[in-house]
């Protein structure tokens, strides 16, 4: 590893990241839709973002060796990997825990609850709701998001880079959690 990916993101996990084939194969795939190398980069990103979720022997997280893995897969430096990364909330440029749940605290939701829905959540998981994090059994991580487009459906929460979760309630918002749980138990 270069002097330069060493100071760029969290530490390298213990086994330095590599692409699997099956990755290559996406990754491969993926370079022919584009004109340059460098257009690729955010779905390269997300290509090794779902394989150091897929092990469960890594952090959840985008660490130093994974930037530079992308950086050389693309020709390209990790600073630029990792400037481009930490710009998009969906990659994980900080430790995520099992479940990553963002709570809209925009206008429109903070309008009709989403202040308190993000409260509750925070007191249910046992996370400072001045910084949010990740909870002390590593389930849940916690954080505001902006405006993510579903203001007719406020408040709302996005749970793991996917699914939207609208017309929050507290009583909904307890169910959640408590699956969420169950799920992992
Ligand atoms: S303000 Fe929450 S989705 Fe738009």
């Known amino acids: 590893m270069t002097?330069?990916?060493?100071?760029?993101?969290?530490?390298?996990?213990?086994?330095?990241?590599?692409?699997?084939?099956?990755?290559?194969?996406?990754?491969?795939?993926?370079?022919?839709?584009?004109?340059?190398?460098?257009?690729a980069l955010l779905p390269v990103l997300w290509v090794a973002?779902?394989?150091?979720?897929?092990?469960?022997?890594?952090p959840r997280q985008l660490t130093a060796d994974v930037i530079k893995a992308v950086a050389d897969a693309l020709g390209l430096a990790p600073a630029y990997v990792w400037g481009v990364a930490t710009f998009y909330t969906?990659?994980?440029?900080?430790?995520?825990?099992?479940?990553?749940?963002?709570?809209?605290?925009?206008?429109?939701?903070?309008?009709?609850?989403?202040?308190?829905?993000?409260?509750?959540?925070?007191?249910?998981?046992?996370?400072?709701?001045?910084?949010?994090?990740?909870?002390?059994?590593?389930?849940f991580t916690v954080r505001r998001a902006e405006c993510l487009a579903a203001c007719g459906y406020a408040p709302m929460l996005q749970l793991d880079n996917g699914a939207f979760h609208e017309n929050l309630t507290e009583e909904k918002l307890d169910a959640l959690i408590d699956s969420l749980r169950e799920a992992t138990a």
Do not use: N
């Open 49 to 58: 973002q779902e394989q150091v979720d897929a092990d469960a022997s890594r």
């Open 90 to 139: 969906m990659y994980f440029t900080q430790p995520v825990g099992k479940h990553l749940v963002e709570v809209c605290t925009s206008v429109a939701c903070c309008l009709v609850g989403g202040e308190e829905i993000y409260q509750r959540l925070c007191q249910r998981v046992g996370i400072d709701p001045a910084s949010g994090g990740t909870s002390a059994d590593g389930r």
């Open 3 to 39: 002097e330069a990916a060493t100071t760029l993101g969290p530490p390298s996990a213990p086994t330095p990241f590599a692409f699997s084939e099956a990755s290559w194969t996406r990754i491969r795939k993926l370079l022919t839709r584009y004109p340059q190398q460098q257009a």
